[in-house]
Nanobody, 123 residues
């Protein structure tokens, strides 16, 4: 499965951006992670096909919304009320395997990764 991410860019604090990721094949669980220089990759959000289905890190909960289109094999991360600390390279990730809830935030459980898209939030 190949993943193609899009939608990064530069935005002022308080603004919004929408990231999308398209897969060439079926996806069970989608995830978004982000990374800044010198830091480990950080879990942002994930969505499974079954209920409860969406998961967010504490730092983005209430500001970011993740949704999926199973027919199109796409996922969208709507990011609102962006803060400078949200600045990072964002990566979409996908797994074709069914994940248990505790595995969702762990990047090693995702088999496929997009190329990364830079989000810069200016203060």
């Amino acid at each position: 499965v190949q993943l193609q991410a899009s939608g990064g860019g530069l935005v002022q604090a308080g603004g919004s951006l929408r990231l999308s990721c398209a897969a060439s094949g079926r996806v069970n669980t989608w995830g978004w992670f982000r990374q800044t220089p010198g830091h480990a990759r950080e879990f942002v959000a994930a969505i499974r096909p079954s209920n409860p289905s969406t998961y967010y890190s504490g730092s983005v909960k209430g500001r970011f919304t993740l949704s999926r289109d199973n027919a199109e094999n796409t996922v969208t991360l709507q990011m609102n009320s962006l803060k400078p600390e949200d600045t990072a390279v964002y990566y979409c990730a996908a797994s074709q395997s069914r994940m248990i809830q505790s595995s969702v935030p762990i990047d090693t459980y995702y088999e496929f990764w997009g190329q990364g898209t830079l989000v810069t939030v200016s203060s």
